[in-house]
């Protein structure tokens, strides 16, 4: 089956640590991202990458970094500098073909920083 | 970025039609409107998705207002498995990365 996963469901990490989060897709899509979720709040955009290769930030992309070496591999590195880092990570993909298509989500990474 | 109003929350009995609401009265004629649904500790689900006509799926109706600035998610009869939070995002096709997401609408379904 094609999906999206995304590992571990549940990381914990000590404050001062950089972390790295896992995204892998099969579905063949060209466009990758990342959201962070807090409680009873909306998605928001970390980054985004439209090609291998290439990347965006997106609205909240301050400690957090990405690479995008492989189609399928969208990983996240939440660094040391990210204030709040505890959150619900949710990565997402779509074929890259606009506005037209829907994005595919995992089911995330919840995120414990102590 | 244009933006999308939803109420905060909905009930409806199980069986019953369910009516979400959203306003996005500053909607572009390239913005697309999407869907989505998310179920607690889960990633958003793909519901639905149109641009200017009415969208029929297996899941769901999409009822887009003629002048675009509202629009109406229709689950046919619900089921307790439709209880989750509904976002209405608007995608535009010239900046179609940045998907902006409320806090969307939690529909309780009630047995």
């Known amino acids: 089956d094609g999906g999206i996963t995304q590992s571990p469901k549940y990381l914990f990490r000590k404050e001062g640590q950089n972390v790295t989060l896992s995204c892998e897709q099969n579905?063949?899509?060209?466009?990758m991202y990342w959201y962070r979720q807090d409680p009873g709040q909306g998605l928001r955009l970390i980054y985004y990458s439209q090609i291998v290769n290439d990347f965006q930030k997106g609205d909240i992309a301050e400690g957090y970094s990405v690479s995008r070496e492989k189609k399928e591999s969208f990983p996240l590195t939440v660094t040391s500098a990210q204030k709040n880092p505890t959150a619900f990570y949710l990565c997402?993909?779509?074929?890259?073909?606009?506005?037209?298509?829907?994005?595919?989500f995992g089911n995330g990474t919840r995120l414990t920083v102590t | 970025d244009a933006k999308t109003t939803q109420p905060n929350s909905m009930e409806s009995n199980e069986e019953e039609p369910v009516h979400l609401p959203c306003n996005h009265s500053t909607i572009s004629g390239t913005d697309y409107i999407h869907w989505y649904r998310q179920l607690p500790s889960q990633g958003p689900e793909y519901v639905i998705h149109?641009?200017?006509s009415n969208v029929n799926n297996r899941m769901a109706s999409l009822a887009i207002a003629e002048d675009r600035k509202s629009s109406t998610l229709i689950l046919h009869r619900a089921t307790l498995r439709d209880a989750a939070v509904y976002y209405c995002?608007?995608?535009?096709?010239?900046?179609?990365?940045?998907?902006?997401f409320g806090s969307g609408t939690r529909l309780l379904v009630r047995p």
């Open positions: 579905l063949n899509h060209d466009a």
């Open positions: 995002i608007l995608r535009d096709w010239d900046s179609s990365y940045k998907l902006i």
């Open positions: 149109g641009l200017t």
């Open positions: 997402a993909s779509e074929p890259g073909q606009g506005a037209g298509s829907p994005l595919h």
